[in-house]
C-alpha cells in the first residue's frame, strides 16, 4: 500500500515539473522578438527642389529667369526616376534597397521617398540612379513605380522615360519645351549615377526614430553650360541630346542636412 502510494506521489511530481516547464518556456518564447524591425529602422529622402546658385524655391507655373541664359522658363511638369538607392555605413559596408524603383513627381504635395528594413548603425553617405537600370527597361510588364500607366514609358523596345520636363518659354521656337530623357543603349545611355558624402553629419538608424536626409535638386542645371531653349526645346527620344540633358541634370543633385 505505502509502495502504491509513493509511485503516485512520483508521478505527480513528474507531472507538476513537466508543466512548469512548459509554462516557463511559453513564457521564454513571449519575450522573444523574432520581429526583423528590433535591429532596423527606416529614414525619408526629402527631394527639395530649388532653382539657380541662389537656389530659390522652385514650383511649378512660376517664371523662372535662367542665370546663364537669361532666358524665361515655366515648368508645367517635372518627374523623374530614383532608383537603386544604396547608403553607405560608416564601417565601410553597404545597405541597398530591395526592389528600389520611385517616381519623384514636383507636382505632388510629396516628394518623398521612405526607405525601410534599414539595419541600424550609423551610415555616411548615398547613392542612387536617376533613371531605370538596361535590365528592367527590357523585362517586360511590371508594377509599382515602372508599371506603364505611370506615363513614363515609350514602348517595348525603347524601354522607359527616365525624366520629364516639360513647359514654357518665349525663347522655344514654339514657345514650349518637352524633354522626355531615356536610353540604356550606349553611347547615348542616360542613365546616371548621383553619389553623395554626408560630410561632417551622420544618419543615424534606429528602432523608433524617424530621420530625414534632405537633398537639393537644382532644375535650372538642364541648361547648363549655356544651352538655349531656342537650339534645344523638344527631346523625344534616347539620344545625344538625352544623354546631355540627362548629365546637366544629374549634376544638380547635392546633400543638404539631416534630421536624425
Known amino acids: 500500500m505505502k509502495h502504491a502510494i509513493k509511485n503516485k506521489l512520483v508521478l505527480l511530481f513528474f507531472a507538476f515539473g513537466i508543466l512548469m516547464f ?87 504635395d510629396d516628394t518623398n521617398l521612405r526607405l525601410q528594413n534599414m539595419p541600424a548603425g550609423d551610415y555616411v553617405g548615398i547613392s542612387f540612379t536617376i533613371g531605370v537600370d538596361s535590365a528592367r527597361n527590357v523585362s517586360g510588364a511590371q508594377t509599382g513605380a515602372l508599371d506603364p500607366s505611370e506615363n513614363m514609358f515609350w514602348s517595348w523596345n525603347s524601354g522607359y522615360i527616365f525624366i520629364k520636363a516639360e513647359g514654357n518659354s518665349p525663347a522655344s521656337v514654339d514657345g514650349s519645351f518637352t524633354y522626355h530623357l531615356g536610353g540604356f543603349s550606349e553611347p547615348n545611355s542616360a542613365i546616371r549615377e548621383v553619389s553623395l558624402d554626408f560630410g561632417e553629419s551622420t544618419l543615424r538608424i534606429a528602432p523608433n526614430t524617424e530621420p530625414a536626409v534632405h537633398l537639393m535638386a537644382n532644375a535650372a542645371r538642364f541648361w547648363h553650360g549655356g544651352i538655349s531653349l531656342n537650339d534645344m526645346s523638344n527631346v523625344h527620344m534616347p539620344g545625344s541630346n538625352a544623354s546631355i540633358l540627362a548629365t546637366n541634370f544629374a549634376g544638380g543633385f547635392r546633400f543638404d542636412h539631416i534630421h536624425n
Open 22 to 108: 512548459q509554462a516557463c518556456s511559453d513564457d521564454d518564447d513571449n519575450n522573444i522578438d523574432e520581429s526583423p524591425s528590433a535591429a532596423e529602422g527606416s529614414v525619408e529622402l526629402k527631394f527639395d527642389h530649388v532653382w539657380g546658385p541662389a537656389e530659390a524655391n522652385f514650383e511649378l507655373n512660376t517664371e523662372y529667369t535662367h542665370p546663364a541664359t537669361s532666358e524665361a522658363i515655366t515648368f508645367t511638369k517635372l518627374r523623374y526616376y530614383v532608383s537603386n538607392v544604396v547608403l553607405q555605413k560608416s564601417d565601410g559596408s553597404e545597405w541597398r534597397e530591395d526592389q528600389s524603383y520611385h517616381i519623384v513627381d514636383v507636382a505632388s
